[in-house]
Each structure stands twice: as C-alpha cells, then as structure tokens.
C-alpha cells in the first residue's frame, strides 16, 4: 500500500509517500480501504515530534479519521461485511490506502455522502458531540460559546447545537468566518484580535447579562480566563485545544463564585471502550442527522495523498474554513 509517511521530525517537508506492506485484520478487526482521510491539529504536531501515537498505531503514518470501504474481516466480526461503507477515528495510521482498526470503532456512511465529506466527518463531529451532549450535558435553550468556530469542530459544533435546540455564539479571528458560519446557524460572533476584553462584552449583549452556559475552547492560553468572564452561573466550560498557549492565569475566585466546571477532553489517547462507545452514540445520534439532510459536512479543500505537504501547510495557516481532507484511493 501506498502510505504517507513522517520520515524524521520536522515540517511538512519531512513527510514523504512510501510503500508500506499491507496489514491484514485480527480478530475483532476489520480492513478499510481508505477513500478519504482529513487532517487534524494532533497530526501537525505529530510530524513536529510533540505527539507521538499511541500505542499500537503507526508511529510514522499520521492520520486519525478516515472513510472507505471494508475490504476485510478478522475473525469474530460479524456487523460488517466487505464492500460496507464505513468511516470513523483511529489512533493512526489513516493517511494511507489501507487501514486496520476495531470493528466497533467504524460507523456506517449516508449513502449520500461523497467519501471527501464522509472524511470531514468522524474526529469534528464526534468531539463536539462528546463534549457538549454527553460531558456538559448540553439542554434546549441553553447558550453555547464556540471558539475559532470557523474550525472543523468549530462548525460541527454549532450546527449541533443548533440540532438540540440550544443557540450558538462563537470567536474567530476573521469577520469573514463569522459571517459564514452563519450559514451553518450561528447566531452570532465576534472578531478576537489582541484584546479578549471583547468576549466578555459581547456575550453581555447577546445574554442581556446572564453569560454563556456551555463554552467549547478549541484555543486555549488566555481564551481560557475570557471564558470564565464570560460564562454563566453552573457555567461548563471543555477545554480541548492549546492552539493560543498550554498555561493560562484564571481567577479562582471566579470559578467559586460562580460554582463553574472547567473540564478537560481528548479523544486520541482514550481507552477502545471508550472509542468504541463514542463510534455507537456517533452512529446513533448524528449520522441520522446527515441521512436526513440537517447536519452537513464542513470541507474546506482537498488534497491528492501525494499533496500531503501542501494539505499540513493548508491546516497550519490558520486560514481554513472546516475540514482539510486527503483524496487516497
């Protein structure tokens, strides 16, 4: 199989495509020839040295969420059969035309769906999902913060949110990506450049002064005291990304006072069970939603697998407008 491959820790210079032997499935496998496979924040710092995969995945074969066809059951798999089109998140190792993972951490793709939006899909949808409907234990009415909500969970995000009756806000860097996310139902936005000040006072006019219920912090560093500012009382607040800084300064007094919940959540270094438990409330949950038409993937290029240098410099501009995703097969 053609693969592509991290050859020493580096830019996207460092990373090539080789041949790699085919894997073959294990018991309770199953073998998905990959047609599309995105790329995430967690495979930039893999290839810069900073992330390594977890055990039991390619450490040089980046690449976490994938969509293609079973090509192959190990023995004991009995809800899939070759042909099926599934997707779903791995360890790593999806950056290649041939992938093996555990046949209950694959979900079964909307006809509909082309296998580039199918592979926008897994990792946004299910973080967010997992973040705010079952940590936060988001309710109908709430209020949602999203920041960089132009991201891929960042639009993933607010259409959910938006499925639960629930009303989103969100940060950007750009006017432009406030606008559209618009489209995808947000109700409204601020531009963040140096002063975070301005958080806290627009959710003051969006609230009429009762705060943010749930924020999701895809940023991190000192967009971590503005969403304490800014949330409300019992406020949730899931920290997700560092992408602004790994420390933050927070006022504790605050988080007393206003009796908040800050939480931590990362999907890549959890337990099978816990994938495996993810995939189902995925395949229960949202891909309805995708076969009936009121969720819709969020692309922002493609690229051929032999283009993975120029799609890492794509997602590391911060210039992206959802998912970044690799054409394999």
């Excluded at 998905?32 to 390594?52: K, M």
């Excluded at 099978?272 to 819709?296: I, Y």
């Amino acid at each position: 199989m053609r693969a592509a491959v991290i050859t020493r820790p580096g830019g996207p210079e460092v990373l090539a495509i080789e041949e790699r032997p085919d894997p073959e499935p294990g018991p309770g496998e199953v073998l998905v020839r990959v047609r599309a496979s995105a790329l995430n924040r967690a495979d930039l710092l893999q290839r810069e040295g900073h992330y390594p995969a977890p055990p039991g995945w390619p450490p040089d074969i980046p690449g976490m969420e994938f969509a293609g066809e079973i090509a192959a059951i190990g023995a004991r798999v009995t809800e899939w059969r070759v042909g099926d089109r599934v997707f779903g998140i791995a360890g790593g190792g999806a950056n290649a035309e041939l992938l093996v993972t555990d046949g209950a951490c694959v979900a079964r793709v909307p006809d509909q769906l082309s296998w580039t939006d199918a592979a926008s899909i897994p990792e946004a949808f299910i973080t967010a999902h997992d973040a705010m409907m079952v940590q936060a234990e988001l309710r109908a009415g709430e209020c949602v913060l999203i920041h960089a909500v132009g991201s891929g969970v960042g639009l993933a995000a607010t259409q959910l949110v938006r499925a639960w009756r629930a009303t989103p806000y969100g940060t950007a860097r750009t006017a432009e990506k406030i606008e559209r996310a618009r489209t995808f139902g947000l109700a409204d936005g601020v531009t963040v450049g140096g002063n975070l000040d301005v958080i806290a006072a627009a959710v003051e006019e969006w609230t009429r002064g009762r705060g943010i219920d749930v924020t999701l912090d895809l940023v991190g560093g000192d967009y971590l005291p503005a969403s304490i500012a800014a949330a409300a009382p019992r406020g949730r607040i899931m920290l997700i990304g560092t992408v602004a800084g790994r420390s933050a300064t927070v006022s504790v007094g605050t988080i007393l006072r206003k009796r908040l919940t800050l939480q931590g959540t990362v999907l890549r270094a959890r337990s099978l069970d816990e994938k495996r438990a993810a995939t189902a409330l995925l395949a229960r949950d949202v891909v309805p939603l995708f076969a009936s038409g009121v969720l819709r993937p969020t692309v922002d290029s493609v690229y051929d697998l032999d283009q993975i240098g120029a799609a890492h410099e794509r997602l590391a501009s911060n210039a992206t407008f959802g998912k970044v995703v690799l054409r394999v097969g």
